[in-house]
């Protein structure tokens, strides 16, 4: 009896899966690092951070300055001239807080960085100081 059209397809695909599987495995033997030598397999980081097969010792050495090496955030620019605003907060240890004119942020303050007597609701100027919490006023004035 003669085989139907379905029959032959099926043993069509049968036979072109195991043509591509014999062909995947010859190039697995072809590409396979068994044979390869240590050295062969090494990969390098050169200093941009790219992967190269070119050892360190053989690559053209480029010279850092240790001056630009940033560790850590960006360092916040702060501005020397002083600054105004209105005490709105003045515990009685001591500490408090300014609001400054332009951009309603609120300053600490400790009553030892001013020479003068603060109260709440003084107008003064000061300076910006980078604290270990934040910004902290420092050379406190009160404007007349």
Do not use: C, W
């Amino acid at each position: 009896m003669a085989d139907s059209f379905s029959k032959k397809e099926n043993f069509k695909k049968k036979q072109q899966k195991q043509k591509e599987k014999a062909a995947r495995r010859e190039e697995r033997k072809s590409d396979n690092n068994k044979g390869k030598a240590l050295d062969e397999m090494f990969m390098y980081v050169d200093e941009f951070g790219q992967l190269t097969s070119t050892p360190p010792d053989q690559r053209e050495k480029i010279e850092i300055d240790l001056d630009d090496i940033q560790l850590g955030a960006a360092p916040i620019e702060v501005d020397d001239t002083e600054i105004t605003g209105i005490i709105t907060f003045l515990s009685d240890k001591g500490y408090g807080f300014i609001t400054e004119n332009g951009s309603k942020e609120n300053i600490f303050f400790h009553i030892n960085n001013s020479e003068e007597e603060l109260k709440k609701g003084h107008k003064v100027t000061y300076e910006k100081e980078k604290s270990p919490k934040g910004f902290s006023a420092v050379n406190i004035k009160i404007v007349k």
